[in-house]
């Protein structure tokens, strides 16, 4: 696709019309925001996302890179935060920006305040991916994404001025652009987080999960969307709220898993001190408690 953001899709919430059927596979886990308040919103009065904000951040990255629109950016930094560790500001912003991030702010004062609207927006998200809130509520759908929303009326729009051929198009589902985000964020961030390797049970878990994400941004006219409903839904195509809502339970069980199987701390060996009467380690010939353990 040459420019997928001449036609800027407008946002849409996960959940707003699920209604989950009994006859495929939909996460059938409650839809209930309730919680999200608890989770790091702001104030009543306050925009509850700062979508604006980002949005208006993202405008100025896509004039140095098209891609960095606020729905991959978001679904990029979603990854981040469901994941067991966090790199440290610069490599994030390296790994997600390339160049593009320093380049577009390149007035100090200016990087400070783009970096304070991403900082901001990724405390929201480890506020909706609460480890402790996840495992206590499992069925509350916590994760409030900023999803495009693309109607027919985009998509032609896109085929008739040339920006997309019709097969591109057509992939442009909503939750597409984000799923894209967080897909590449996983890619990008593995092998940070060092992910097992040789673990069946882990490898087919974080799998499925992965289906769950990757099914917005597939096309139906690809291979793979057959695939996925024969697999997940026996045959029959879900509606796209339902697939959006399962997306979003998807990243708040990878958050869990990734805890479990994240990178452990390296254990801290101690040397055994000796005893007060042994001679003293340093060579000294005098009793460690006259030497190098006095005052101990």
């Not at 899709?9 to 999200?36: C, L, M, N």
Request: aromatic share 6%; with cysteine; proline share 8%.
């Amino acid at each position: 696709m040459t420019d997928e953001t001449t036609a800027e899709p407008t946002e849409q919430q996960p959940g707003s019309e699920a209604g989950h059927g009994a006859d495929d596979k939909t996460d059938d886990r409650a839809v209930d925001k309730g919680d999200t308040a608890a989770a790091g919103a702001p104030p009543p009065g306050t925009p509850p996302d700062g979508f604006e904000e980002l949005a208006a951040l993202c405008e100025r990255l896509v004039g140095f890179d098209d891609t960095l629109h606020v729905h991959h950016v978001d679904g990029w930094l979603t990854a981040m935060a469901a994941g067991p560790v966090r790199p440290p500001t610069e490599q994030w912003l390296e790994l997600l920006f390339g160049d593009t991030f320093e380049r577009t702010f390149a007035d100090p004062a200016d990087r400070t305040q783009a970096l304070e609207v991403l900082q901001r927006r990724l405390r929201l998200l480890h506020g909706a991916l609460d480890a402790e809130a996840l495992q206590g509520r499992p069925d509350d759908l916590r994760l409030d994404p900023f999803f495009d929303d693309w109607s027919d009326e985009d998509r032609h729009r896109l085929v008739e001025e040339g920006h997309a051929s019709a097969e591109e198009a057509a992939a442009l589902q909503p939750g597409a652009l984000w799923a894209d985000g967080v897909l590449d964020g996983l890619d990008d961030l593995a092998d940070l987080w060092q992910l097992p390797q040789d673990d069946d049970s882990f490898s087919e878990t974080f799998a499925g999960i992965v289906d769950q994400v990757s099914a917005l941004s597939v096309g139906p006219a690809d291979e793979g969307w057959k695939q996925f409903l024969e697999r997940y839904h026996g045959g029959r195509a879900p509606e796209r709220d339902d697939l959006l809502t399962n997306a979003c339970f998807a990243v708040q069980d990878l958050r869990l898993l990734l805890l479990d199987h994240g990178p452990k701390p390296e254990t801290r060996r101690v040397a055994p001190q000796p005893g007060r009467n042994d001679p003293c380690p340093c060579g000294s010939g005098k009793k460690y408690k006259r030497c190098h353990g006095a005052g101990t």
